[in-house]
Structures are given as C-alpha cells and as structure tokens.
C-alpha cells in the first residue's frame, strides 16, 4: 500500500512539474519502479500514465499556445505527432540503456541553453530567432526523444521555443500541448504492449491530473522573471538527478 502512496505523491508533483518546466516522468519513473516494475515497463507506464494529466494541463493553458515567429502551430503539431511515432517505435526496438545514458546530458545541455536564452541573449534588433529549417528540425529531434523516453521533455522544448522566439509563458503553455501531442502518438503505441501495468496507471493519472491544474494556474500567475530562475533550477536539479541515476548510485 505504501508504494502507491509513493506513487500518488510522485505523481501529483509529477503534474505540477510537467505544467511549469517538464521533467515529471523523473519523478514517477522512479516511483513506479518503486512498485515492482522493471525499467522498461516503468517507462512505458509512466508515459501512459502522465498524459491524461498532459491533456487537461494543455486545455487549461491553452490560451497562451502560440506557433513561433516563422513556424505555425498547426505545423508545430504536426511535427510533434510524427516524431512522437518514430520515438515510441524506436523504444519498442531497441533497449533503454544507451539513450538513458545519453539523457542526461540532453537535459544539462537544455538548460543551458535555456539560461543563456533568459538572461545572457541579446535582444536588441540585431537579434533572430532561430530560421525555419532548425526550428522544424528541433523540434522533431525532440519529438523522437518524447516518444522514446521523454525525461526532461520539457526544459528541451522550453530551451527550443525560447531561442525561437516566444516569451517564457507562451513557451511553458505551447509545449505543454505539444508534449501531450508527442505522447498521444506513443500512447496509442503503448496501449498494445503487455509492459502496461494498468494499476499503476489509474494512480498515477488522477494524480497528475490534479497536479497538472495546479501547475496550470501558478504558469499563468508566477512572475516571469521568478518562472525562468524556478525552470532553470528545476533543470540542474533535474539533471544532477539523472547523472546520479546512470551512474547506478540510486534506481
């Protein structure tokens, strides 16, 4: 009973995460390994879990999504769809371990850029988003990476939409939908894997969702300037966290 406890808690802070920077499935990939399930498995639950919560975080944000300067929406969608496909094929082919060593510094670099992106770019007139070919090659590479594992999910796409051109809250409130967009591909994918552990999933997914609505409202509220220290904290610690993970000190 405990280990759902666990579960529920991880969750609930899990949607909270998703909402403002990313990274939730950091927080439930551990806890549902917590409950008995083997890496693979938690993965592949933590994604179907987390995206009832994604869904109704998105519509509650839904009027701060914005398409980029030289990229619409719908495209930013579309984008997200496909590579979302790809990833979670991709995960069902090949095993985690290589990408799981590679995520971290995905993550660290991300929020990097992200830091340079809030407070070191210039924003004077010389300054340019990011053209129309990188934004659209960003975000696809980052849509594999979100059907595939999709820890730190969103401080890549947070550093993505930023350097592209949208403020920090259009940015935080786009990828929310977009991240439920790549995980609706991987979703529909997962539901025909026995890796599901349904039980697991019920939790974990009322939990989320209540942490997604809270999360939803403190991104529309939170001073921006406070919003981008707290997403580049979140970052580090995050990051910090997944190194510690593949160096097997901690599971």
């Not at 994604?54 to 619409?72: D, E, H, Y």
């Not at 059907?147 to 550093?159: C, D, K, P, Q, T």
Request: some cysteine.
């Amino acid at each position: 009973m405990i280990t759902f406890v666990v579960l529920f808690i991880a969750a609930f802070c899990a949607g909270v995460q998703n909402a403002l920077a990313g990274g939730g499935s950091f927080l439930t990939f551990p806890a549902l390994m917590f409950t008995g399930l083997d890496a693979r498995a938690a993965n592949i639950t933590s994604t179907v879990a987390l995206f009832p919560g994604q869904i109704t975080t998105g519509f509650a944000g839904r009027k701060n999504v914005s398409g980029l300067p030289q990229l619409s929406f719908k495209v930013l969608f579309g984008v997200s769809l496909i590579g979302g496909v790809f990833g979670a094929l991709l995960l069902l082919m090949t095993p985690v371990s290589i990408f799981e060593f590679l995520v971290p510094w995905l993550v660290l670099f991300a929020t990097f850029v992200f830091l340079w992106g809030s407070f070191f770019r210039k924003t004077n007139g010389n300054s340019k988003p990011l053209g129309l070919g990188t934004s659209l090659v960003m975000q696809f590479a980052i849509s594999v990476y979100g059907g595939y594992f999709g820890g730190g999910i969103g401080i890549l796409m947070l550093a993505a939409l930023t350097i592209a051109g949208l403020d920090v809250r259009k940015a935080g409130a786009t990828k929310n939908v977009l991240a439920g967009v790549m995980n609706a591909s991987a979703v529909l994918i997962f539901l025909f894997s026995r890796d599901v552990a349904w039980t697991q999933v019920m939790v974990a997914s009322v939990a989320s969702i209540a942490g997604g609505q809270i999360g939803a409202y403190a991104l529309k509220r939170v001073n921006e300037k406070l919003l981008r220290i707290c997403i580049i904290i979140l970052g580090f610690g995050l990051a910090v966290g997944l190194f510690v993970k593949a160096h097997g000190v901690i599971i």
